[in-house]
C-alpha cells in the first residue's frame, strides 16, 4: 500500500510538473551537465522559432552570441557549482537575429540545468524609445537654457548643433541658411562626425524644385519637415546615400527654420540608428526649431533696439567719465530722501571726504550747509528751478575750511527730483587775494610814509599812475594831480632826453637805477 500510494504522488507530481512546464509564461529549457538540451517547453521553442527536435540537438553555447561566449561559459560553470545565476542577455535565433531575454538559470536536486528566459523585447523597444526621448528631452531643455543667454545668431546656431551632439547623442547635426542672391542653402555651422560630408554634396539648391530635391532643400522650400529614417534604402537620400553610410548617419531630419513666415534656413540632424525619428521625437523636435526661430527673433529685435541703445550708452558713458574726471567737483542728491546718489572724487579732494562717506550723507542734515547758507540756496533751486551760483566760506563736516564758488540746480532723474550741487574749489586764490590785498596794504604804508619822493609811471605811456605824500609836497600838485601827469611835464626840456633813455633802458633792465635825471 505504501508503495502504491508513492507511485500515485510522483505521478501527480509528474503531471503538475508537466502542466507547470508546458503552460508557464516564461520560456524553459532543461540542459544536463555538458549543457545539452534534453528538454524545453513550447514557449522557448516559439520565442526562438526552432522545432523541438531541432533545440533538443543543439548546446546551450549555441545560442549564446560569438562576442558573449565566454563570458556564457564563466556564467555555466557557475550554474554547475550552485550558483543561482541571472541577468540579461541575447540569444541566437534560428533566423539569426538576436533576441533580448532576461535568464534566471540554476542546477536541480538531479544534476540538471534548469532556465527561465523572459522575453524582453517589448520592455527594451520601450526602453529604448525612452531613451530617445529622454535624449530629445535633453535637447530641449539644454537649447531653452542657452536661448535664454545667448544674443549672437552664430553662437545660437553653434551651441544648438554643439548640444544636438553632446546630449541628443547624434552622429551629426548642421544649420544651413539661405543665400538669397544665390538662391543656395549655405552650411553655416556643424557639430558631430561631419568628415567632409557637407563638401561632398556640394551645392544645394534652395528653390529648384529639380536640383534641391534633397531633404534640406524640400524642407526649405515646403517649409516642413523631411524625414528618411532608413536612409540605406530611401531612395529620396540615393544622392547622399553612400556618402551619409560611411559616416554612419542611418536616419535623418531637415527641419525649416522660419522666422515671421519666412523660410531662413534649415536645422538638420543625423541619427547612427535606423527608424530614430517617430512622431514623438519629431513633435520634441520641432519645438527645439521653434525656439531657435523665436530666438532669432528676439535677437533681431534687440539688434533694432541696440543701435538706438548704443548712442544712448554712449553720451551716458561720455557723462559718467565727465563727470568722474571732471576738476569740478559734482554731487547729486535725491530730494525726497536727502541721500547724496552721486560724488565725483574731485568732491572728496575738495572738502575732505571719501566716496563713501559723501554717499552716506543727506543734504537736509549736514550742519554746515546751514551755517554757511548752501541750505538756503538748495531750498531756493528745488523751489525754483532756478540756477543758484554763491560763493560759500566755510568749515565742512569733515573739519576743513574751504572757500567754493557753488552752482546749484534741480532736476527731475527717472521721474524723481534731484539736486544738482557743482563747485569749486577757491580757497588758493581766496588765500592769494587776501596775500596780496595785505601785501598792498603794507606797500601803501611804506609808500605813503616814505621820506623820499616816489612816482610811479606806466611803462608804455610814460604816465604817472600813483604818487606819495612827499612828492606832492615837494612838486606842489595833489594826488589826483599827479595821475594827470607824465614824465615830460615835470622835467627841463633840455634834460628829457636823457630822462626818456634812462626810463627806456630801465624798462630793458639795461639799467637797474638811474641816478642823477
Same mark, same amino acid.
Given at each position: 500500500m505504501a508503495i502504491n500510494g508513492r507511485k500515485t504522488t510522483i505521478t501527480k507530481n509528474e503531471t503538475n510538473y508537466r502542466?507547470?512546464?508546458?503552460?508557464?509564461?516564461?520560456?524553459?529549457?532543461?540542459?544536463?551537465n555538458d549543457g545539452n538540451y534534453t528538454d524545453v517547453n513550447e514557449i522557448g521553442l516559439k520565442m526562438l522559432g526552432y522545432t523541438r527536435k531541432e533545440l533538443l540537438q543543439l548546446n546551450l553555447k549555441d545560442l549564446i552570441p560569438k562576442e558573449k561566449l565566454e563570458i556564457g561559459i564563466k556564467r555555466f560553470s557557475e550554474i554547475r557549482n550552485g550558483k543561482i545565476v541571472s541577468g540579461e542577455q541575447h540569444l541566437i535565433c534560428k533566423d539569426g537575429t538576436l533576441l533580448p531575454v532576461e535568464i534566471s538559470a540554476s542546477v536541480l536536486p538531479n544534476g540538471s540545468l534548469i532556465g527561465m528566459v523572459r522575453d524582453i523585447t517589448g520592455r527594451k523597444r520601450s526602453e529604448a524609445e525612452i531613451e530617445r526621448l529622454n535624449r530629445v528631452y535633453e535637447v530641449i531643455s539644454q537649447i531653452n537654457q542657452m536661448v535664454v543667454r545667448t544674443n549672437k545668431s552664430e553662437i545660437l546656431f553653434s551651441e544648438a548643433c554643439r548640444i544636438a551632439i553632446d546630449y541628443g547623442k547624434f552622429r551629426m547635426a548642421w544649420i544651413g541658411l539661405i543665400e538669397e542672391k544665390k538662391n543656395t542653402v549655405k552650411p553655416?555651422?556643424?557639430?558631430?562626425?561631419?568628415?567632409?560630408?557637407?563638401?561632398?554634396? +556640394?551645392?544645394?539648391?534652395?528653390?529648384?524644385?529639380?536640383?534641391?530635391?534633397?531633404?534640406?532643400?524640400t524642407a526649405i522650400r515646403e517649409g516642413k519637415y523631411i524625414i528618411s529614417n532608413?536612409?540605406?534604402?530611401?531612395?529620396?537620400?540615393?544622392?547622399?546615400?553612400?556618402?551619409?553610410?560611411?559616416?554612419?548617419?542611418?536616419? &535623418?531630419?531637415?527641419?525649416?527654420?522660419?522666422?515671421?513666415?519666412?523660410?531662413?534656413?534649415?536645422?538638420?540632424?543625423?541619427? &547612427?540608428?535606423?527608424?530614430?525619428?517617430?512622431e514623438k521625437e519629431i513633435q520634441s523636435l520641432l519645438e527645439v526649431t521653434n525656439n531657435i526661430a523665436f530666438a532669432l527673433e528676439k535677437i533681431?529685435?534687440?539688434?533694432?533696439?541696440?543701435q538706438a541703445e548704443l548712442k544712448k550708452d554712449y553720451f551716458l558713458n561720455f557723462n559718467k567719465r565727465l563727470i568722474e574726471n571732471s576738476p569740478i567737483g559734482i554731487l547729486m542728491y535725491n530730494v525726497s530722501s536727502g541721500q547724496c546718489v552721486l560724488a565725483n572724487e574731485s568732491v572728496g579732494k575738495t572738502i575732505g571726504a571719501t566716496t563713501e562717506k559723501?554717499?552716506?550723507?543727506?543734504?537736509? *542734515?549736514?550742519?554746515?550747509?546751514?551755517?554757511?547758507?548752501?541750505? *538756503?540756496?538748495?531750498?531756493?533751486?528745488?523751489?525754483?528751478?532756478?540756477?543758484?551760483?554763491?560763493?560759500?566760506?566755510?568749515?565742512?563736516?569733515?573739519? $576743513?575750511?574751504?572757500?567754493?564758488?557753488?552752482?546749484?540746480?534741480?532736476?527731475?532723474?527717472?521721474?524723481e527730483k534731484h539736486l544738482l550741487l557743482m563747485i569749486t574749489d577757491i580757497t588758493e586764490r581766496k588765500h592769494a587775494e587776501g596775500?596780496? $590785498?595785505?601785501?598792498?596794504? +603794507?606797500?601803501?604804508?611804506?609808500?605813503?610814509?616814505?621820506?623820499?619822493?616816489?612816482?610811479?609811471?606806466?611803462?608804455?605811456? $610814460?604816465k604817472f599812475v600813483m604818487?606819495?605824500?612827499?612828492?606832492?609836497?615837494?612838486?606842489?600838485?595833489?594826488?589826483?594831480?599827479i595821475i594827470n601827469l607824465s614824465v615830460a611835464d615835470i622835467h627841463p626840456k633840455e634834460d628829457l632826453p636823457a630822462v626818456i633813455e634812462a626810463f627806456e633802458k630801465q624798462i630793458k633792465k639795461e639799467i637797474q637805477i638811474a641816478e642823477n635825471l
Amino acid at each position: 500500500m505504501a508503495i502504491n500510494g508513492r507511485k500515485t504522488t510522483i505521478t501527480k507530481n509528474e503531471t503538475n510538473y508537466r502542466t507547470f512546464f508546458e503552460f508557464a509564461s516564461d520560456g524553459i529549457f532543461i540542459a544536463d551537465n555538458d549543457g545539452n538540451y534534453t528538454d524545453v517547453n513550447e514557449i522557448g521553442l516559439k520565442m526562438l522559432g526552432y522545432t523541438r527536435k531541432e533545440l533538443l540537438q543543439l548546446n546551450l553555447k549555441d545560442l549564446i552570441p560569438k562576442e558573449k561566449l565566454e563570458i556564457g561559459i564563466k556564467r555555466f560553470s557557475e550554474i554547475r557549482n550552485g550558483k543561482i545565476v541571472s541577468g540579461e542577455q541575447h540569444l541566437i535565433c534560428k533566423d539569426g537575429t538576436l533576441l533580448p531575454v532576461e535568464i534566471s538559470a540554476s542546477v536541480l536536486p538531479n544534476g540538471s540545468l534548469i532556465g527561465m528566459v523572459r522575453d524582453i523585447t517589448g520592455r527594451k523597444r520601450s526602453e529604448a524609445e525612452i531613451e530617445r526621448l529622454n535624449r530629445v528631452y535633453e535637447v530641449i531643455s539644454q537649447i531653452n537654457q542657452m536661448v535664454v543667454r545667448t544674443n549672437k545668431s552664430e553662437i545660437l546656431f553653434s551651441e544648438a548643433c554643439r548640444i544636438a551632439i553632446d546630449y541628443g547623442k547624434f552622429r551629426m547635426a548642421w544649420i544651413g541658411l539661405i543665400e538669397e542672391k544665390k538662391n543656395t542653402v549655405k552650411p553655416i555651422v556643424w557639430s558631430g562626425v561631419e568628415d567632409g560630408y557637407l563638401r561632398e554634396v +556640394k551645392i544645394i539648391p534652395a528653390f529648384n524644385v529639380a536640383e534641391g530635391s534633397g531633404p534640406t532643400g524640400t524642407a526649405i522650400r515646403e517649409g516642413k519637415y523631411i524625414i528618411s529614417n532608413d536612409i540605406a534604402n530611401d531612395l529620396f537620400m540615393l544622392p547622399f546615400r553612400d556618402e551619409a553610410l560611411k559616416r554612419g548617419y542611418h536616419s &535623418s531630419i531637415s527641419l525649416p527654420i522660419i522666422i515671421q513666415g519666412k523660410t531662413i534656413g534649415a536645422f538638420n540632424i543625423y541619427a &547612427s540608428e535606423s527608424h530614430f525619428f517617430n512622431e514623438k521625437e519629431i513633435q520634441s523636435l520641432l519645438e527645439v526649431t521653434n525656439n531657435i526661430a523665436f530666438a532669432l527673433e528676439k535677437i533681431e529685435d534687440e539688434n533694432y533696439h541696440k543701435q538706438a541703445e548704443l548712442k544712448k550708452d554712449y553720451f551716458l558713458n561720455f557723462n559718467k567719465r565727465l563727470i568722474e574726471n571732471s576738476p569740478i567737483g559734482i554731487l547729486m542728491y535725491n530730494v525726497s530722501s536727502g541721500q547724496c546718489v552721486l560724488a565725483n572724487e574731485s568732491v572728496g579732494k575738495t572738502i575732505g571726504a571719501t566716496t563713501e562717506k559723501l554717499l552716506a550723507q543727506n543734504f537736509w *542734515k549736514i550742519p554746515s550747509w546751514k551755517d554757511s547758507g548752501l541750505l *538756503k540756496s538748495a531750498e531756493l533751486a528745488i523751489e525754483t528751478v532756478e540756477s543758484q551760483k554763491f560763493t560759500a566760506h566755510f568749515t565742512t563736516t569733515f573739519g $576743513k575750511n574751504v572757500w567754493l564758488d557753488c552752482r546749484m540746480v534741480s532736476m527731475f532723474v527717472e521721474g524723481e527730483k534731484h539736486l544738482l550741487l557743482m563747485i569749486t574749489d577757491i580757497t588758493e586764490r581766496k588765500h592769494a587775494e587776501g596775500a596780496l $590785498k595785505e601785501s598792498e596794504e +603794507k606797500f601803501r604804508t611804506i609808500f605813503d610814509n616814505a621820506s623820499d619822493g616816489i612816482l610811479l609811471a606806466d611803462a608804455e605811456t $610814460k604816465k604817472f599812475v600813483m604818487g606819495n605824500k612827499m612828492i606832492c609836497t615837494m612838486l606842489g600838485y595833489n594826488n589826483n594831480e599827479i595821475i594827470n601827469l607824465s614824465v615830460a611835464d615835470i622835467h627841463p626840456k633840455e634834460d628829457l632826453p636823457a630822462v626818456i633813455e634812462a626810463f627806456e633802458k630801465q624798462i630793458k633792465k639795461e639799467i637797474q637805477i638811474a641816478e642823477n635825471l
